[in-house]
């Protein structure tokens, strides 16, 4: 007989393999997501950085509300700025994971930031 087509043992040998494929691609996926979603936390406290930087150079002060000046990156949550006696801290989230990111500049450091002006991630 000349029978075209798969048998059963080859359809589920076919299936285990797709299978464990998709067990090992889909948790590096998630990773590369939330990876995503760090960086874009750590590009906007560097705008932010700038953004705080430029009104210092204009006022002499530091603001908790740039206005039009800043805009986060869509999903990113905040930032919560809080003035100190020499300098400001800020702190970010994001709607899809429960890290946070945060900056500052000054002598008051906000965990998990530990070097003035360099965003830094839980």
């Known amino acids: 007989m000349d029978r075209k087509g798969l048998t059963l043992i080859e359809l589920v040998v076919v299936v285990v393999i797709v299978g464990v494929l998709a067990s090992i691609v889909i948790p590096k996926f998630a990773n590369t997501r939330e990876k995503a979603y760090l960086a874009s ?24 509300n740039l206005g039009p000046a800043y805009r986060t990156s869509t999903g990113v949550l905040g930032p919560t700025i809080t003035l100190t006696g020499d ?9 899809t994971t429960t890290r946070t990111c945060a900056v500052y500049t000054g002598s008051t450091a906000l965990a998990p930031a530990t070097k003035e002006g360099a965003p830094q991630c839980t």
Not at 52 to 58: G, K, S, T
């Open 87 to 95: 300098g400001w801290t800020a702190l970010v989230g994001h709607t």
């Open 41 to 64: 936390m750590k590009s906007d406290l560097r705008n932010l950085v700038t953004a705080e930087e430029a009104y210092f150079a204009d006022s002499i002060a530091y603001t908790t």
